[in-house]
């Protein structure tokens, strides 16, 4: 007697959980909501007395909690927190934007009157109305900070590498806590501490433009030190070992292994600190005074700067004031300029000399 074999029964299908559809706002809606809240900003402030601040406290206030409350009840809670923070950030960053921009549209309003063929080439000796230029303060800026330059980055660099592939112990803690009291120091003490070195040589007398530039290696030493030892830090450990490994010695592995590796960051670090000197203005009255004529001799003398030269004809006008205030202007304009060109000049640097990863 055969048993037929009976099919198992099959087993019963779990439940699948229901699938979630996650609501979302379109792209552009949040900025439709915070421009709307902009808007009725503008209609409070135009009722209580109409004014560009209120206008803008309103609107930010509107608009945050008109994004925030349409992504709650769309979005979820979660959702909604981040767009209130990304709401406060953009806030906070416009807001930072609008002295910067107000700076940059004031200077170039101010100072292109005179921004001229006879600005560059032209001086103010025997100049006490129209006319005149800058001439010898541009040179005296560059003189001075090339020098500035000469005498603080071999200095900062060779600190930065002692710092990271030598020091230890005491001599390295009281390098780097002394580099962080020099980075905080006001730049008209560096300038006191130029005219008193040299005041106790040649007398009380004495202004040089030599002065200057050590004044601003005083300021430009921590910053080089700081960012040139961040950029070896950043060289791996293994091309240092490979470089042992190979009976190298430790010396020639800096020359040859980690400075190359590093030159692209060593030259936006010099390069900035260049930048953060190229306008100072304290040190400078203090240790170079002011010429109306062209000096470019840094060892004899008096030397004109372009910050002390904008100081000068914005705080002692002659008789024609807007004449005087029109150069003022157009040389703080300049060192815009300068700064801006440096700037660029780092992220030249940063990008073509660094280290090609691909292959």
Request: aromatic share 8%; hydrophobic share 55%.
């Amino acid at each position: 007697m055969s048993t037929a074999t009976r099919p198992a029964p099959e087993a019963a299908a779990e439940p699948r959980p229901p699938v979630r559809v996650e609501r979302r706002l379109p792209r552009y809606a949040p900025l439709g909501l915070f421009l709307i809240g902009i808007a009725l900003g503008a209609v409070l402030s135009a009722v209580t007395g109409f004014s560009v601040t209120s206008t803008v406290i309103y609107g930010v206030i509107f608009g945050t909690v008109i994004v925030y409350a349409t992504s709650r009840a769309v979005e979820g809670r979660r959702k909604a927190t981040d767009r209130l923070v990304t709401s406060l950030v953009t806030t906070a960053f416009g807001i930072a934007m609008v002295p910067l921009v107000s700076l940059v549209y004031t200077v170039l309003d101010r100072g292109l009157a005179r921004l001229d063929g006879q600005f560059f080439t032209n001086s103010m000796f025997r100049v006490v109305g129209e006319g005149g230029g800058a001439y010898h303060a541009i040179l005296g800026t560059l003189i001075i900070t090339v020098l500035a330059t000469a005498i603080s980055v071999p200095i900062g660099l060779l600190a930065a590498i002692y710092l990271v592939e030598y020091g230890a112990g005491r001599l390295k803690k009281a390098i780097t806590f002394f580099v962080d009291v020099m980075t905080g120091i006001p730049s008209i003490v560096a300038g006191l501490f130029a005219f008193a070195l040299f005041t106790l040589v040649f007398g009380n007398d004495v202004r040089l433009g030599i002065m200057g530039a050590i004044a601003l290696a005083v300021l430009m030493v921590p910053v080089v030190v700081r960012s040139c030892e961040e950029v070896l830090k950043l060289v791996p450990n293994e091309l240092r070992e490979a470089s042992y490994a190979l009976g190298v010695p430790k010396w020639r592995t800096v020359v040859k292994v980690v400075l190359p590796t590093a030159i692209a960051g060593l030259g936006t670090g010099i390069t900035l600190a260049v930048a953060r000197v190229v306008g100072e203005t304290a040190p400078l009255l203090v240790t170079v005074g002011l010429i109306t004529g062209t000096n470019l001799n840094p060892f004899d003398g008096r030397m004109a700067t372009l910050p002390v030269f904008a100081f000068y004809q914005l705080t002692q006008p002659g008789t024609q004031t807007q004449a005087y205030l029109d150069r003022a202007w157009t040389a703080a304009l300049l060192l815009i300029i300068l700064v801006m060109a440096l700037n660029v000049v780092a992220r030249l640097i940063s990008r073509f000399f660094a280290p090609k990863t691909g292959r």
